[in-house]
């Protein structure tokens, strides 16, 4: 379990994030909501240990280690000529010694096995070897999760992962995401702009205005009053 406990965050002589309370448990899917500005990935990032905070974060109820967080970003930073195995297998990087570490051709054996579970547990297994730049946008971020996986952390947080993909790729992201948490006992936390998603795929729903928690629970719960109303989605 990831707790977060009076996360605030300062940008300059503005307060962002105003003493936030928020908690992800093993084997749960949050989706954090709210509208540009409501400090959604300012939150994620303080979680992270990526921004300057007060207040304190743990994992399971001690203080956050270096490898208790897996980070999947809209933005997904894989390395494009190396294919999608080796993109994996940087997930280990955080438990190799440096000598195993510096190229892809010195990662050990089970590691690179390890690696190939992981892709095949996102279901991409068959494109291994294949370069990431080939891969579709969802696929990347496929590998992405996969790469996640491969680091063995407990938590994964994912910031808008799915912003950048069509329709169709992005449910399938969001239903790999709740997946894994269920079955691999993960605590995910992702920030989401589509309510709908949340609704479909969401354990709990936690909504951000103004930098501050003002709803949290189930995913149907109406969230109408996170957004300008034009840019809510109509309920499928």
């Known amino acids: 379990m990831l707790t977060a406990t009076g ?46 905070a007060d207040g304190e974060v743990t994992i399971d109820g001690r203080r956050r280690g270096p490898l208790d ?11 494009g ?16 010694p440096l000598h195993r570490s510096l190229t892809p051709a010195l990662f050990p054996r089970e590691v690179r096995e390890e690696a190939m579970g992981c892709l095949e547990r996102v279901g991409l297994a068959d494109r291994a070897h294949d370069r990431a730049d080939g891969l579709s946008g969802g696929q990347q971020q496929r590998v992405a999760i996969a790469r996640a996986l ?58 951000l205005r103004d930098g501050a928690v ?8 109406p969230v109408d009053s996170l957004y300008p109303h034009a840019l809510l989605e109509t309920p499928s």
């Open 150 to 207: 491969c680091q063995r952390a407990p938590v994964v947080l994912a910031d808008e992962p799915v912003s950048a993909l069509d329709p169709a790729a992005a449910e399938q992201v969001l239903e790999l995401l709740a997946e894994l948490a269920h079955t691999e006992r993960l605590a995910v936390l992702t920030v989401l702009h589509q309510p709908d998603l949340a609704r479909r795929h969401a354990d709990r729903v936690v909504g």
């Open 69 to 79: 967080i897996a980070l999947v970003f809209q933005r997904i930073h894989l390395v």
């Open 81 to 96: 000529r190396r294919s999608a195995l080796d993109n994996v297998c940087t997930g280990a990087l955080g438990r190799l």
């Open 7 to 52: 996360l605030t965050v300062h940008y300059g002589q503005r307060e962002v994030l105003h003493g936030v309370d928020v908690s992800v448990g093993s084997g749960e899917l949050l989706a954090v909501l709210g509208a540009n500005g409501s400090g959604k990935s300012t939150l994620l990032r303080a979680a992270a240990g990526l921004v300057p």
């Open 214 to 221: 003002v709803l949290d629970g189930p995913p149907g719960q």
